[in-house]
Structures are given as structure tokens and as C-alpha cells.
């Protein structure tokens, strides 16, 4: 079985909770070598379980956090794709990485963050029947920018919908993809899914960071 790793950071919903004593407790967490990412983080305007203030400054303070740590982060956009652009350009995008988690809207809100060199996962969504304009953005996505995920125990592709999402449905999700950029099954398809596989693991199986190894955590 591929190494486990482990993203950890305040969600936007619970971002009414962020505070110092909030932010001690996720520093010592980061410093674990298994965490790999700092999300998700983000802003969700659909739900507004928090306050849009109290998200924005939870979003800002792990921004920063993350690039201290070296570490890329995984982002949560709802309704919000354009905000979060905003700040995403004044705190500076960190050098580990961005990845856009679960993307499903369309190629005029994903260009500008693929012009930021952002990592893009496609979940169950992408297989929608109602989900042309996701389909069209993931076949402009650089390759080498480009992952899969399930967003487990939601978002379960075609033709499992209705069904609890699983990892292993996230194949359905990839044999999607692969069509939309034209991957016929056999070799090229075989090298496009090594192409996915290998993505991840270059955002999210590095070795730890410098500032992980300086704080010399050991491995619970």
C-alpha cells in the first residue's frame, strides 16, 4: 500500500475558532513529517458557517503559516473563487505548492490560477452529467498539474452515485479525465494515469520540510 500522508489546517467553516491558541495547536501538528499539506483552508461564501471576516483573516494566518513551514496548501473555494484570488496574490502564493481541491466550476474561473502554476484535483464531479464546463477546464490543465481525488464520503462519480464515495471509485474519476484529454485505454492512457500518480507525490510525498526537521518532532 502507497505511504500515508496527512493534511492538516482549519477549514473555513471552523474558522470562527481560529485564534493564537488555535494556530499553537496546528503549528505543533505541522511539525509532524507526515503532514505534507496545510488544508484544506480556503473561504466557503455558500455556507457561511463563519463569519466572511473571521475566514479571510483565518485564510491570511495560514497562508503565512504554511510558508514557514515550507509546506503547500490545499485549498476549499466556494463561491469564492475570486476573493480568495485576491489574497492569494497579496500574501504571495507559497513556493511548496497550491492545489485547488475539487474543482467543478468552469475554465474562466480555473485560468487564473492555472496562469499561478496551482495543482487542480478533479473529484467524482468531473463524471456529472451536468458537468460540460468542468470537463472542458480539465482538458486545458497542464499535465503536470493535474490530480485526482474522491472527496470521500461525497461527490461518488458515475455510475456509483448514490453510493458512499470510496477511494477506490476515484478510478471512474480518472478513466474520466483520461477521455477528456483524449487518452485513448492502452499505453497512452497507462502513461496519463503514471502522469497523475506521479503529480501527487511531487506536492504531497516530499521529504520533510526544514522547518519540520528543525523542529526535530518525532513521529507519534
Given at each position: ?79 469564492a473563487?475570486?476573493?480568495?484570488l ?26 487564473p ?86 503529480n ?21
Amino acid at each position: 500500500m502507497p505511504r500515508v500522508r496527512i493534511a492538516v489546517g482549519c477549514h473555513p467553516h471552523n474558522a470562527k475558532f481560529y485564534n493564537d491558541g488555535l494556530e499553537a495547536d496546528l503549528r505543533a501538528l505541522l511539525m509532524d513529517p507526515r503532514v505534507s499539506a496545510l488544508g484544506e483552508i480556503g473561504l466557503d461564501y455558500h455556507y457561511d458557517f463563519s463569519p466572511r471576516d473571521d475566514q479571510r483573516d483565518a485564510f491570511r494566518r495560514q497562508i503565512r503559516l504554511a510558508k514557514e513551514c515550507g509546506l503547500p496548501i490545499a485549498l476549499h473555494l466556494r463561491e469564492a473563487h475570486d476573493e480568495a484570488l485576491a489574497i492569494m496574490r497579496e500574501e504571495g502564493f507559497p513556493e511548496a505548492g497550491t492545489l485547488l481541491h475539487c474543482f467543478n466550476l468552469d475554465w474562466a474561473t480555473l485560468e487564473p490560477w492555472v496562469e499561478a502554476d496551482c495543482y487542480v484535483a478533479f473529484g467524482g464531479a468531473l463524471t456529472f452529467k451536468n458537468a460540460d464546463d468542468t470537463r472542458e477546464a480539465a482538458a486545458r490543465v497542464p499535465a503536470n498539474r493535474l490530480l485526482t481525488e474522491t472527496d470521500a464520503p461525497y461527490m461518488t462519480p458515475e455510475p456509483m452515485r448514490g453510493m458512499t464515495c470510496l477511494p477506490d471509485h476515484v478510478l471512474f474519476t480518472a478513466a474520466c479525465l483520461a477521455e477528456v484529454r483524449g487518452c485513448e485505454p492502452g499505453a497512452a492512457r497507462e502513461a496519463f494515469i503514471a502522469q497523475l500518480m506521479d503529480n501527487a507525490r511531487a506536492l504531497l510525498d516530499r521529504p520533510a520540510t526544514a522547518w519540520q526537521k528543525s523542529k526535530g518532532a518525532p513521529i507519534a
